[in-house]
């Protein structure tokens, strides 16, 4: 009986620990890319809000903040003809890595053209990054010759909204969003958002700050 019992303990905890290894453990999101971690985010939250810390009014009539700092929108009582207007430039966001937009960038710009639209009651129009802002290794650039060259009597105060992110690591990606005076390129106000995901098996979850 002993000696199957010293043949048998091996075999078992080797099953044992077999078995263990299979159970998903909250850790690291490897492997993940960034259109899945994406995918995982309440990204209308996040960008309304944002928005919300971006304006320099709101629809009051339109938004509610709310205890937990959300955005609530009441668009059935909200009239925007009623409302004066402001018109701002809106570009796609872009990776700071590689000062391009890539898809997650693209999705990210529509979100925030739509929660400004919504929440700060913006007139938006849709601005190429790269015709009218630089991003290198001294930071962001503004070429004011160039916005100088869509400013009409219709658009006399031009302010814009330039989104940028950083995929840092398979568990952390930052937003930065700012609104921008186009005419001095002084940074008016800056929202900046931290977003760390965590995975359980195929579960992402994750936290804002």
Request: with cysteine; charged share 20%.
């Amino acid at each position: 009986m002993n000696c199957v019992l010293r043949l048998c303990l091996p075999i078992l905890l080797m099953l044992a620990l077999n078995g263990c290894s299979t159970v998903p453990v909250q850790g690291p999101c490897h492997g993940k890319t960034l259109a899945q971690l994406m995918d995982a985010t309440d990204l209308k939250s996040l960008f309304q809000q944002a928005a919300f810390e971006l304006c320099t009014y709101n629809c009051s009539d339109c938004v509610n903040r709310m205890p937990d700092g959300s955005v609530a929108i009441k668009p059935s009582i909200c009239n925007t003809d009623e409302i004066k207007r402001q018109t701002v430039l809106v570009t796609d966001f872009v990776d700071i890595k590689t000062y391009m937009p890539d898809l997650p960038g693209l999705l990210m710009g529509e979100m925030m053209r739509g929660s400004l639209n919504q929440v700060c009651c913006y007139k938006i129009v849709q601005a190429e990054f790269g015709k009218y802002f630089k991003l290198n290794e001294n930071g962001l650039v503004s070429l004011t010759r160039r916005i100088s060259d869509i400013k009409q009597d219709s658009y006399p105060q031009p302010e814009a909204v330039v989104g940028t992110y950083n995929h840092v690591s398979n568990n952390k990606v930052v937003l930065f969003v700012r609104r921008i005076n186009t005419t001095t390129g002084h940074v008016v106000k800056m929202v900046t958002r931290e977003i760390d995901y965590s995975c359980y098996g195929r579960q992402i979850n994750y936290k804002v700050r």
